[in-house]
């Protein structure tokens, strides 16, 4: 349905928004689940520190003295 307003009717047509609404809410909980699975799966099989590490900057490569 692309009509959004129909004169003839005096309707207002939202379904398009609707389901951009409902894809968008859909995308948050599939990305939250898979953020939680990733959590879940890494600190089961490496540990916590593992999952903390990933998201710390890597050390500078500057070489010390020379």
Avoid: E, W
Avoid at 13 to 20: E, G, I, K, T
Avoid at 30 to 48: A, M, P, Q
Wanted: glycine share 4%; charged share 15%; net charge positive.
């Amino acid at each position: 349905m692309f009509t959004f307003y129909d004169t003839t009717k005096a309707t207002l047509n939202v379904y398009q928004v609707a389901s951009v609404t409902f894809d968008l809410l859909f995308l948050l909980v599939l990305g939250s689940y898979l953020i939680v699975l990733f959590c879940f799966l890494v600190i089961s099989t490496r540990g916590v520190d593992d999952l903390i590490n990933i998201f710390r900057r890597p050390p500078s490569r500057k070489l010390k003295g020379a």
